[in-house]
């Protein structure tokens, strides 16, 4: 194993991170361990989801060792089955996973760690297909290997033309300027108590830095009469925080699932998902918004209405309706029905509003957004406690996060023609489903509008748009301001670009996976468009299972096998956790490549017995052969 970082939870859950920052689902729901519900080759090896491990660690039949350890006890005894973990938490159990599996190793397996970066990997003959030689960044060379997994997740990338400008600005002006990264690697502290900050980006990534800039500085929540309310340490900055959306990402509603449960598709099935990998087969040219949309719209729709008419009218009654909506063929049809169930219009699904709740309103101050931005995060609180199940939103919603699976097995590995892929897929429904169904938990939607109540935090609004600035005696700042609220104009100090940064092989700043593309021993992935054009994606190019990388010349590599985010659009959502209970595709990736090194060491076993075999054959050989000769030899002479 090869890593800088300690095996198990790496870089992204180390266990020394702060824990302020949190997990984005629930305890119960979370696992590293394959079960009844995966297909696999090999063996199914059970083991404890998170919330099962953390309740051994709380009972002491489970110690966790490190200057963690206290920490980690004390989350352990509180963390209910539906509640949120910190990453920290789950780095611990990551931990806890790989030292039982080294422990539990059979006697003839050798497991060594090496904390170091690799930097080349090449055949070790100069021969494609040949045993592999790595190299790491201290000089070690780890010679005669005969597979490398390459899962090596998120890995740096350089910065694109537009960062690469900011940077210049901020360093030019005294500016601070924080490119894309993870929060956890971010050092916030050139942002000073009072200054005006910028946060770009309203997802998952924008919550973990609001709480390091707030909690994380020695502020306090406290409740009062039900709402929240912040308590300020005097060292937070302001927070001035905007995207193109404008609103957050939706909170997550309230699991009522527990650890397995999940929507069974009726329409979207997995036999659905073969018959369009079928058709593509045979040439037609599969579209997200053609083949796929129309499914998932009347998959999250039903469930939506089957919860708000759960109450009004009897079980019977509700099934039919379901069978009737989703079998309609038009929304005219589907009119009809939530017209007979007595459904308001005012109470239908519409996806417009969902997307964009604001719709095309223009705000005529700040105020104004701000007392709507309010409403609309304590509608958006209720309905979350309202449940995944019984409330209509939420229920709704958690069906796009039900239905990954079967979206993998349609669209992965070039499932959709090029255009599709691109602009319907990654550039419209893929920031679609994270606004709506990957959102943080209900409690930090809470502390957001106590922030913003506090005058900590300030929204800025929909489209909202940075520039840089400098005023006539030389002063600079990053300018920021909503393209919804005329007028409005903030300055700061400091930009933090709170967002991951996309997986690009073409700008990667990883010293191996740079090595493996200027040799040509990876190719970024491109899918075929209708008209014959190629979308060029930032992928890594990879065969189907197991996920060989291909060459610049489209060979595929039999000793190497990539795995995980370097593979994102040749798969979808590759980031996305493993659930028990669900049959994760990711566990049947991990499954498919382990099988296929232990194949390919039993064949290189074969092969050396048979070259043993032959060597002693042709040594018995010449052995008669020297025999019969000497003795003819002893003949002649006699």
């Known amino acids: 194993m090869v890593d800088p970082h300690p095996p198990g939870p790496g870089r992204v859950w180390r266990t020394d991170q702060s824990r302020e920052l949190l997990m984005n689902t629930v305890a119960s729901q979370v696992t590293v361990f394959a079960d009844a519900s995966v297909n696999l080759v090999g063996p199914v090896e059970d083991g404890p989801s998170l919330h099962e491990w953390a309740r051994d660690v709380a009972a002491g039949t489970i110690p966790v060792p490190g200057e963690g350890g206290a920490d980690a006890l004390e989350e352990a005894r509180r963390l209910g089955p539906d509640d949120y973990p910190s990453r920290a938490f789950y780095g611990h159990y990551l931990d806890w996973v790989f030292r039982t599996l080294a422990a539990d190793a059979p006697g003839h397996l050798e497991i060594r760690v090496h904390r170091e970066v690799a930097v080349a990997l090449d055949d070790e003959?100069?021969?494609?297909?040949?045993?592999?030689?790595?190299?790491?960044?201290?000089?070690?060379?780890?010679?005669?290997?005969?597979?490398?997994?390459l899962a090596q997740g998120h890995v740096p990338v350089r910065a694109t033309a537009e960062e690469q400008r900011l940077g210049a600005f901020?360093?030019?002006?005294?500016?601070?300027?924080?490119?894309?990264?993870?929060?956890?690697?971010?050092?916030?502290?050139?942002?000073?108590p009072g200054e005006s900050v910028v946060l770009r980006g309203l997802g998952l990534n924008f919550f973990d830095h609001m709480a390091l800039l707030t909690t994380g500085r020695g502020g306090s929540f406290a409740r009062v009469d039900d709402r929240l309310v912040y308590h300020p340490s005097g060292r937070e900055p302001r927070i001035l925080a905007g995207s193109r959306r404008g609103v957050p990402y939706h909170a997550r509603g309230e699991?009522?699932?527990?650890?397995?449960?999940?929507?069974?598709?009726?329409?979207?099935?997995?036999?659905?998902?073969d018959g369009l990998r079928a058709l593509a087969a045979e040439g037609e040219w599969i579209r997200f918004g053609t083949h796929l949309w129309?499914?998932?719209?009347?998959?999250?729709?039903?469930?939506?209405?089957?919860?708000?008419?759960?109450?009004?009218?009897?079980?019977?009654?509700?099934?039919?309706?379901?069978?009737?909506?989703?079998?309609?063929g038009d929304a005219a049809e589907r009119?009809?029905?939530?017209?007979?169930?007595?459904?308001?219009?005012?109470?239908?699904?519409?996806?417009?509003?969902?997307?964009?709740?604001?719709?095309?309103?223009?705000f005529a101050t700040a105020e104004d957004f701000r007392d709507w931005l309010l409403a609309y995060l304590r509608r958006d609180v209720a309905a979350a406690r309202e449940g995944n199940v019984s409330g209509p939103l939420k229920a709704a919603l958690d069906v796009l996060r039900d239905l990954r699976n079967e979206i993998r097995l349609a669209v992965d590995h070039g499932g959709l023609e090029a255009n599709s892929h691109r602009d319907e897929l990654e550039r419209w429904y893929t920031p679609l489903n994270a606004f709506l169904s990957i959102?943080?938990?209900?409690?930090?939607?809470?502390?957001?509008?106590?922030?913003?109540?506090?005058?900590?935090?300030?929204?800025?609004?929909?489209?909202?748009?940075?520039?840089?600035?400098?005023?006539?005696?030389?002063?600079?700042?990053?300018?920021?301001?909503?393209?919804?609220?005329?007028?409005?104009?903030?300055?700061?100090?400091?930009?933090?670009?709170?967002?991951?940064?996309?997986?690009?092989?073409?700008?990667?700043?990883?010293?191996?996976?740079?090595?493996?593309?200027t040799t040509g021993q990876y190719v970024p992935y491109r899918i075929l468009g209708e008209c014959g054009n190629e979308y060029e994606t930032g992928a890594v190019s990879?065969?189907?299972?197991?996920?060989?990388?291909?060459?610049?010349?489209?060979?595929?590599?039999?000793?190497?096998?990539?795995?995980?985010?370097?593979?994102?659009?040749?798969?979808?959502?590759?980031?996305?956790?493993?659930?028990?209970?669900?049959?994760?595709?990711?566990?049947?990736?991990?499954?498919?490549?382990a099988a296929a090194v232990l194949t390919l060491l039993a064949d290189d076993a074969?092969?050396?017995?048979?070259?043993?075999?032959?060597?002693?054959?042709?040594?018995?050989?010449?052995?008669d052969a020297d025999a019969r000769a000497l003795a003819d030899a002893g003949e002649a002479v006699a």
Request: aromatic share 6%.
């Open 335 to 362: 009119d009809r029905l939530l017209d007979a169930a007595g459904v308001a219009s005012a109470e239908r699904w519409d996806w417009d509003r969902i997307s964009r709740p604001y719709g095309e309103r223009e």
């Open 255 to 273: 699991n009522e699932k527990g650890a397995y449960g999940r929507y069974l598709p009726r329409l979207l099935t997995v036999e659905k998902a």
């Open 542 to 593: 990879v065969s189907g299972r197991p996920y060989h990388p291909l060459d610049a010349e489209g060979r595929a590599h039999p000793r190497r096998f990539v795995h995980g985010v370097p593979t994102e659009s040749v798969h979808w959502v590759t980031a996305a956790g493993i659930r028990p209970g669900v049959g994760s595709v990711t566990v049947e990736d991990s499954d498919a490549i």
């Open 439 to 517: 959102g943080p938990p209900t409690s930090r939607i809470e502390e957001l509008i106590a922030l913003v109540e506090a005058g900590t935090v300030e929204i800025i609004g929909p489209g909202v748009v940075v520039e840089t600035v400098v005023d006539d005696g030389g002063g600079a700042a990053f300018e920021v301001g909503s393209r919804r609220i005329p007028g409005q104009r903030h300055r700061a100090g400091a930009l933090v670009e709170s967002r991951l940064p996309e997986p690009d092989l073409r700008r990667t700043g990883d010293r191996l996976m740079r090595h493996l593309l």
């Open 170 to 192: 901020a360093a030019e002006h005294g500016l601070v300027y924080l490119r894309p990264a993870n929060p956890a690697d971010t050092d916030h502290s050139r942002i000073g």
């Open 294 to 328: 129309p499914l998932i719209t009347a998959e999250v729709e039903s469930v939506y209405y089957a919860a708000l008419l759960a109450d009004r009218v009897d079980a019977d009654e509700l099934t039919a309706f379901t069978d009737r909506f989703l079998l309609a």
């Open 606 to 623: 074969r092969d050396r017995d048979r070259d043993r075999a032959d060597a002693d054959a042709d040594a018995d050989t010449r052995a």
């Open 125 to 149: 003959s100069g021969v494609h297909g040949g045993r592999q030689t790595l190299l790491l960044a201290d000089g070690t060379r780890l010679p005669g290997l005969d597979a490398v997994v």
